[in-house]
């Protein structure tokens, strides 16, 4: 039995009195921007049983009232490595305390998630700690996961049950916040790497300092999925409702297909890997794409049945179906399929093998393939393997990204350090991806018995991101420019326009006719 047995077995006989148990709490708060929100995560820890003593780290100096202390000072000259300070102070007052909460000034964790903590951990094993989803609430009181959203999503093979409460690992690890207890706190200074410099990579410096246990120090962060609202913290700006996250009500949905998934009524496998071997996440599948209008327009009109390869949580197949088309989906996994399958949607396998196999007979007009084929180590085979699943002269209708757009050409060449590795795109062992290109995909078309009808261009990007920095932005305006005054009617026009389209598109729809003999 784990040492905090002996804490919750203390809890439980003195529920009214919880001081003896005592807690450091680290709270990170640059500037004075989010002091309404950091004088409200304050009173929340002086208002609980636990005895609660508070360290906020700052840039500036802060009056906080009586018995709160303020550590002022940045490790480096970023902002953002301000976090990182945490470490120091736990090191030297580990004797000191029975729980550690490091968080940022805006997450408020309540004295019931604390407990809950404290009753769970004892049940998972050394190396798992029970860990925290972030929320949000909009103004008419609706809830949002904010983890929850993009690329990230639940491992359906993590999933377990442990003296009845149901675990699974979410690959968003970030909640602005983490527990250790002082053993678990221990063991993380007996390695080697407890404390690591202010530095980014999947996530940003500041969410890299909340992670740290579990991407560097070796923690899996089990989210409870039969008490999620126990571990779910309050993000107090409520920053990113309707940017990203989950509503509540799509959460559940996953939820309950997670404990399908555990009891074996939903099948665990993922239909491919949706990560990149990449530093920078830019290019990993998402799960949560909004409606692919620019997939579905340029779809012929004759068109009333699809198969959707590569389905997330449904948006663009709910739309075909509400257009009066046919659609059956092969999702990324069940979990996010049961999200399409709640709009409506019909869903197979997560598996290429055993989905082709549920097809049966029944011919469809298209193959929907958005996002898909460049993580696929062999894209040519998973066309021709669902070619035969078309009637003759069916459509195939793809969407990937566009590999020759000049922002990927200055990120790998002249960009920072962390998208230097883009220079493997297309070494499908290195990077996870194929190098998707006008060219390539018309080749892998060709090779799979479709020819090429048409190309369509994404939105042409003219504010780059900050971290794709700004050198090129007027080389962008000028071909802008350029571009609005060829002639298309004449042959170097088309030409030139190709080319150029080329540059600037970030994104190619392509759309393919299987040709007159295919089988």
């Given at each position: 039995?784990?040492?905090?047995?002996?804490?919750?077995?203390?809890?439980?006989?003195?529920?009214?009195?919880?001081?003896?148990?005592?807690?450091?709490?680290?709270?990170?708060s640059y500037g004075s921007k989010n002091d309404p929100y950091l004088h409200r995560v304050?009173?929340?820890?002086?208002?609980?049983?636990?005895?609660?003593?508070?360290?906020?780290?700052?840039?500036?100096?802060?009056?906080?009232?009586?018995?709160?202390?303020?550590?002022?000072?940045?490790?480096?000259?970023?902002?953002?490595?301000?976090?990182?300070?945490?470490?120091?102070?736990?090191?030297?007052?580990?004797d000191c305390y029975d729980l550690f909460i490091y968080t940022e000034d805006d997450v408020l964790i309540t004295e019931n998630n604390i407990t809950s903590f404290l009753e769970l951990i004892e049940i998972l094993p050394e190396n798992e700690v029970p860990g925290f989803t972030r929320f949000e609430v909009d103004p008419i009181g609706n809830k949002y996961f904010e983890p929850i959203h993009s690329h990230f999503y639940w491992r359906p093979d993590s999933v377990k049950t442990i003296n009845g409460e149901t675990f699974a690992f979410f690959t968003n690890e970030h909640s602005g916040c983490h527990i250790l207890?002082?053993?678990?706190?221990?063991?993380?200074?007996?390695?080697?790497?407890y404390f690591i410099e202010p530095s980014e990579g999947f996530y940003g410096m500041l969410e890299m300092a909340a992670t740290a246990p579990y991407l560097i120090k070796g923690f899996k962060k089990m989210?409870?999925?039969?008490?999620?609202?126990?571990f779910a913290v309050h993000h107090l700006p409520n920053t990113y409702?309707?940017?990203?996250?989950?509503?509540?009500?799509e959460v559940k949905i996953q939820i309950n297909a997670l404990k399908q998934i555990e009891m074996e009524k939903r099948p665990n496998c993922r239909l491919f890997e949706t990560y990149t071997r990449l530093a920078h996440p830019k290019w990993n599948k998402s799960n949560y794409e909004p409606c692919r209008y620019d997939m579905i327009e340029v779809m012929p009109?004759?068109?009333?049945?699809?198969?959707?390869?590569?389905?997330?949580?449904?948006?663009?197949?709910?739309?075909?179906?509400?257009?009066?088309?046919?659609?059956?989906?092969i999702p990324i996994?069940?979990?996010?399929?049961?999200?399409?399958?709640?709009?409506?949607?019909?869903?197979?396998?997560p598996d290429?093998?055993?989905?082709?196999?549920?097809?049966?007979?029944?011919?469809?007009?298209?193959?929907?393939?958005?996002?898909?084929?460049?993580?696929?180590?062999?894209?040519?085979?998973?066309?021709?393997?669902?070619?035969?699943?078309?009637?003759?002269?069916?459509?195939?209708?793809?969407?990937?990204?566009?590999?020759?757009?000049?922002?990927?050409?200055?990120?790998?060449?002249?960009?920072?350090?962390?998208?230097?590795?883009?220079?493997?795109?297309?070494?499908?062992?290195?990077?996870?991806?194929?190098?998707?290109?006008?060219g390539n995909v018309n080749r892998w078309m060709r090779r799979s018995g479709f020819k090429l009808m048409s190309v369509h261009n994404g939105e042409i990007t003219l504010t780059p991101s900050r971290k794709e920095n700004l050198p090129w932005q007027g080389g962008l305006k000028a071909l802008q420019r350029l571009r609005k005054r060829l002639r298309p009617e004449t042959r170097i026009g088309r030409m030139s326009l190709r080319l150029i389209n080329t540059w600037l598109s970030p994104n190619i729809v392509m759309v393919g006719k299987r040709v007159s003999n295919g089988k």
């Amino acid at each position: 039995m784990k040492e905090t047995s002996d804490v919750v077995s203390f809890l439980k006989k003195n529920h009214k009195n919880r001081k003896d148990f005592k807690i450091l709490v680290v709270i990170a708060s640059y500037g004075s921007k989010n002091d309404p929100y950091l004088h409200r995560v304050i009173d929340e820890y002086k208002g609980m049983r636990y005895h609660c003593e508070i360290v906020v780290l700052s840039n500036i100096q802060k009056d906080l009232g009586e018995n709160i202390e303020v550590v002022v000072g940045l490790p480096s000259k970023n902002p953002h490595s301000l976090p990182y300070n945490y470490q120091k102070v736990f090191k030297d007052r580990i004797d000191c305390y029975d729980l550690f909460i490091y968080t940022e000034d805006d997450v408020l964790i309540t004295e019931n998630n604390i407990t809950s903590f404290l009753e769970l951990i004892e049940i998972l094993p050394e190396n798992e700690v029970p860990g925290f989803t972030r929320f949000e609430v909009d103004p008419i009181g609706n809830k949002y996961f904010e983890p929850i959203h993009s690329h990230f999503y639940w491992r359906p093979d993590s999933v377990k049950t442990i003296n009845g409460e149901t675990f699974a690992f979410f690959t968003n690890e970030h909640s602005g916040c983490h527990i250790l207890t002082k053993s678990q706190l221990k063991k993380l200074m007996a390695s080697t790497n407890y404390f690591i410099e202010p530095s980014e990579g999947f996530y940003g410096m500041l969410e890299m300092a909340a992670t740290a246990p579990y991407l560097i120090k070796g923690f899996k962060k089990m989210i409870c999925l039969t008490r999620i609202d126990d571990f779910a913290v309050h993000h107090l700006p409520n920053t990113y409702i309707y940017k990203w996250g989950a509503e509540s009500a799509e959460v559940k949905i996953q939820i309950n297909a997670l404990k399908q998934i555990e009891m074996e009524k939903r099948p665990n496998c993922r239909l491919f890997e949706t990560y990149t071997r990449l530093a920078h996440p830019k290019w990993n599948k998402s799960n949560y794409e909004p409606c692919r209008y620019d997939m579905i327009e340029v779809m012929p009109k004759e068109i009333k049945s699809v198969i959707s390869i590569g389905c997330g949580w449904g948006a663009t197949e709910a739309e075909l179906i509400r257009r009066n088309i046919k659609v059956v989906a092969i999702p990324i996994d069940a979990a996010i399929g049961a999200c399409a399958e709640a709009k409506g949607v019909p869903i197979l396998t997560p598996d290429f093998d055993i989905a082709a196999r549920e097809l049966g007979k029944e011919k469809y007009d298209c193959l929907l393939i958005s996002e898909v084929l460049h993580h696929l180590p062999d894209p040519v085979k998973i066309l021709r393997q669902y070619t035969k699943y078309l009637i003759n002269e069916g459509y195939v209708v793809i969407g990937v990204p566009n590999f020759n757009h000049v922002s990927i050409w200055h990120k790998q060449y002249l960009g920072e350090t962390i998208f230097r590795d883009l220079r493997y795109i297309g070494n499908f062992e290195k990077s996870g991806l194929q190098y998707s290109t006008y060219g390539n995909v018309n080749r892998w078309m060709r090779r799979s018995g479709f020819k090429l009808m048409s190309v369509h261009n994404g939105e042409i990007t003219l504010t780059p991101s900050r971290k794709e920095n700004l050198p090129w932005q007027g080389g962008l305006k000028a071909l802008q420019r350029l571009r609005k005054r060829l002639r298309p009617e004449t042959r170097i026009g088309r030409m030139s326009l190709r080319l150029i389209n080329t540059w600037l598109s970030p994104n190619i729809v392509m759309v393919g006719k299987r040709v007159s003999n295919g089988k």
